[in-house]
């Protein structure tokens, strides 16, 4: 069974840092793609960051780009998510997938392995 497993979520203030972890299991990881999918209160699925297969290409979302960085341990079957210079814009829930950007979601529909997300707030 395909599984992630998304940790690292916490209250931060404005200005400060995280890291969010992804575990993954029951499928190839290191032949995915692998992006970050963020789900804002009553908003819709945003793609903050994705890598290829092997971690040597990536790509943001403007709202994050120069601040968050993706990387992955293919060794280790993880895939994290540096987040630095948060903002109250960035309060989400935050979840890993192995797909490639927007196409890992349909509108509301999930598509791909989705992990059960873990919660950012960024509040002073």
């Known amino acids: 069974e395909e599984q992630l497993v998304e940790s690292g979520g916490a209250l931060v203030q404005p200005g400060g840092s995280l890291k969010l972890s992804c575990a993954a299991s029951?499928?190839?990881?290191?032949?995915?793609?692998m992006t970050w999918v963020r789900q804002a209160p009553g908003k819709g699925f945003e793609w903050v960051a994705v890598?290829?297969?092997?971690?040597?290409?990536?790509y943001y979302g403007d709202a994050v780009k120069g601040r968050f960085t993706i990387s992955r341990d293919n060794a280790k079957n993880m895939l994290y998510l540096q987040l630095n210079k948060l903002t109250t814009e960035d309060t989400a829930t935050y979840y890993c997938?192995?797909?490639?950007?927007?196409?890992?979601?349909?509108?509301?529909?999930?598509?791909?392995?989705w992990g059960q997300g873990t919660q950012v707030t960024v509040s002073s």
């Open positions: 890598t290829n297969s092997g971690g040597g290409t990536t």
């Open positions: 029951g499928f190839a990881f290191s032949a995915n793609p």
């Open positions: 997938a192995n797909c490639w950007m927007q196409y890992c979601y349909s509108g509301s529909s999930k598509q791909g392995t």
